[in-house]
C-alpha cells in the first residue's frame, strides 16, 4: 500500500492555520517572504504557488500593487496581469505538460474570493486528472512537492525571459 503525504495539508484541513497579519501576497511581492512558493517577481506582477491547490502546478498571478478589484487596476498593470499569465502558462506548459487549463478570477467573497488582493488562477488540467479520491474522501493527491513545482517553474520562467528575468 502506498501513503499519501501533503504535510502542508494538515493545518488548513483541521482549521488551525494561522490567519497571516496583513496581506500574505503583498508580503512576497515586497519582501521575498513566502520565497520558496513565488516563481516570478516582475516589475508589475508577483507569480506564485497556490499553498492549497487544486492541482499540482496552481499558481496564482496578481499585480503588486494591492488591489482588490480588475477595476481599480490601470490599464498598465491590466495588461502585465495577462503577460504574466501567459508566462505562467507558457512555463507550466514547459514543466508539466497539461491538457489544459482553468484560468480565472473570483472577485468578491460571494464569488469564492477568500483573499482581499486581486489574483488570478492558474490551474494546469489533464484528461486523467480526476480520480476517487475527491468524490469518497474529500482529498486530492497531489504527486509533487509545491516547493520542487515552484522550483521548476522558476527555472522555465528564467530561462524564457534569458537569465535575469522580469525587473523585480
Not at 492549497?52 to 502546478?57: A, C, W
Not at 503577460?83 to 505538460?97: F, H, K
Amino acid at each position: 500500500m502506498r501513503q499519501l503525504w501533503a504535510p502542508w495539508r494538515m493545518a488548513y484541513v483541521t482549521g488551525t492555520d494561522p490567519a497571516p497579519e496583513g496581506c500574505f501576497i503583498c508580503a512576497a511581492a515586497g519582501s521575498g517572504a513566502d520565497g520558496g512558493l513565488v516563481v516570478e517577481r516582475a516589475e508589475r506582477t508577483l507569480t506564485l504557488m497556490n499553498r492549497f491547490p487544486y492541482s499540482s502546478g496552481h499558481v496564482m498571478v496578481a499585480p503588486r500593487r494591492h488591489a482588490s478589484d480588475l477595476r481599480d487596476l490601470t490599464a498598465e498593470e491590466c495588461l502585465a496581469l495577462m503577460e504574466a499569465t501567459q508566462r505562467a502558462l507558457d512555463a507550466i506548459s514547459s514543466v508539466m505538460q497539461p491538457g489544459g487549463f482553468n484560468v480565472g478570477l473570483n472577485l468578491g467573497a460571494a464569488a469564492g474570493a477568500s483573499v482581499d488582493h486581486l489574483h488570478l488562477h492558474v490551474v494546469p488540467r489533464w484528461g486523467s486528472d480526476t480520480n476517487f479520491m475527491p468524490v469518497l474522501a474529500d482529498v486530492k493527491v497531489l504527486p509533487e512537492h509545491l516547493e520542487v513545482t515552484a522550483s521548476r517553474l522558476r527555472e522555465a520562467l528564467a530561462s524564457r525571459n534569458g537569465a535575469g528575468g522580469p525587473p523585480a
